[in-house]
């Protein structure tokens, strides 16, 4: 079951990463009627918390810059920035890292404990495979407001 966890994390960052190059960049900052955000904000919001969750599930620090927390934590918006995001090519570069980086996984290492559980919320994360499940249904939902703006855009 693990190994399909990992597999199923390793495909979806793939998809991620092959819808994003797609998208041309001058369709990033859009921001659709009906939506709180852009395609850039949502982007980096997964590249943000993958990395947030790194030093949980790699034992490693962060290598997202600092300014990703600024620009895509959780209630940021495009409209209160103030200054420059990181480019298309940025966040692609950071997205290949990060599923590099999923290669590390194994089955081994989903079952076994959080050295403190992982509180967000109501929810409670005692296993680095509840995490990475987590991660994957967070992904889910933005990759799926991606396609609504995408599909926005592309009527207007």
Known sequence: MSE???NTAT??????????QAIPEEQFDIQPAGFNNTIRWNVGHMIYWMDKYSPLIFGSPPVIPDTYETLFNSGTKPLDWTFAPPSKEAMVEMLTAQLSRL???TPEMLGENL??????GPFQFNTFGELLNF???HEGFHL?????????????
């Open 4 to 6: 399909m966890i990992i």
């Open 11 to 20: 495909t979806a960052r793939q998809v991620l990463q092959q819808q994003v």
């Open 103 to 105: 290669s590390e996984l």
């Open 115 to 120: 050295l403190t559980p992982f509180a967000l």
């Open 135 to 137: 991660i994957l249904i």
């Open 144 to 156: 799926g407001t991606i396609s609504s703006q995408l599909k926005v855009l592309s009527s207007s």
